[in-house]
């Protein structure tokens, strides 16, 4: 990992680069939007380094610096380019007052980027976003809401604008599509589905969602993939759950019909008295 002084020392290097490039050739020059795009990019990237070191206040710096770079009053880029760049940022906030457990603060942010990217045609990962949203809703106790973000991310995936079929260089791993080769985007989605089925109380649309995770992850990652064994277990374990909750029921059931036997059982008797 890059140590803070190379990071700060690259990022010095492309600063300066880019405000003699403005000055020199305007910030509507091709090159000159190339290396906003890139000075931008590296902040986030920079920043999820920083955070991984768990130094908040340096990754919170770069990030306010990259958020600064797309508002400023010299325009760089079309209005698509700065908004997904925004979102990016917006998003990678989110997952550093998420991390921090500030979880309203991370809601905020990441209902901003999700704005941003519903306004813009170039957007990656709106799948993602949802997906965040459904895990800080979660954390929050709003399983509702929770379940609403999962179910629109399922929408866009299988209508194919969840993703845009790669990484987006900048996001925090975490919002990548799929994250990379150890986990799969669409079975993430039918995972998180079941947890917040579980959470309404809504056993048995969350053991299906249980077995589709289980079903996507294996065909996607494979069985005996950690991810996959993992999501077989949840739905083992949710499984079992329902089971006992049906077998509750049924007695109870069966309780219940005892109770009104028994007491027209009495009542009789006291009419024949």
């Given at each position: 990992?890059?140590?803070?002084?190379?990071?700060?020392?690259?990022?010095?290097?492309?600063?300066?680069?880019?405000?003699?490039?403005?000055?020199?050739?305007?910030?509507?020059?091709?090159?000159?939007?190339?290396?906003?795009?890139?000075?931008?990019?590296?902040?986030?990237?920079?920043?999820?380094?920083?955070?991984?070191?768990?130094?908040?206040?340096?990754?919170?710096?770069?990030?306010?610096?990259?958020?600064?770079?797309?508002?400023?009053?010299?325009?760089?880029?079309?209005?698509?380019?700065?908004?997904?760049?925004?979102?990016?940022?917006?998003?990678?906030?989110?997952?550093?007052?998420?991390?921090?457990?500030?979880?309203?603060?991370?809601?905020?942010?990441?209902?901003?980027?999700?704005?941003?990217?519903?306004?813009?045609?170039?957007?990656?990962?709106?799948?993602?976003?949802?997906?965040?949203?459904?895990?800080?809703?979660?954390c929050l106790g709003r399983h509702q809401h929770a379940l609403e973000h999962c179910q629109c991310a399922l929408d866009l995936i299988r209508s194919g604008n969840g993703a845009g079929g790669g990484e987006t260089p900048g996001l925090h791993p975490e919002l990548q599509q799929g994250g990379g080769a150890d986990s799969s985007i669409l079975a993430v989605c039918y995972h998180n589905l079941a947890v917040e089925h579980e959470h309404l109380g809504q056993w048995e649309q969350s053991l299906q969602a249980y077995f589709k995770s289980v079903e996507v992850s294996g065909e996607e990652l494979g069985p005996d993939h950690p991810v996959s064994m993992a999501f077989a277990e949840r739905a083992d374990e949710a499984q079992s759950k329902l089971e006992e909750k049906i077998k509750a029921k049924a007695e109870a059931a069966r309780a219940r019909g005892k109770g009104v036997a028994a007491a027209a059982t009495t009542g009789s008797a006291f009419q024949r008295e």
């Open positions: 990992m890059a140590t803070i002084d190379g990071l700060t020392e690259t990022l010095s290097f492309m600063e300066t680069s880019l405000a003699q490039r403005v000055k020199a050739f305007g910030p509507e020059e091709q090159e000159t939007v190339k290396q906003w795009k890139k000075l931008n990019t590296e902040y986030n990237i920079a920043a999820m380094k920083y955070l991984q070191m768990e130094e908040f206040d340096l990754a919170l710096e770069l990030l306010n610096r990259a958020k600064q770079l797309i508002s400023a009053d010299v325009k760089f880029g079309e209005a698509d380019d700065r908004r997904k760049l925004m979102a990016i940022t917006y998003n990678n906030m989110s997952c550093l007052f998420k991390r921090k457990g500030l979880l309203k603060t991370s809601l905020g942010y990441a209902e901003k980027a999700l704005k941003l990217e519903t306004q813009s045609s170039k957007v990656d990962n709106p799948a993602c976003t949802h997906l965040n949203l459904c895990a800080i809703l979660s």
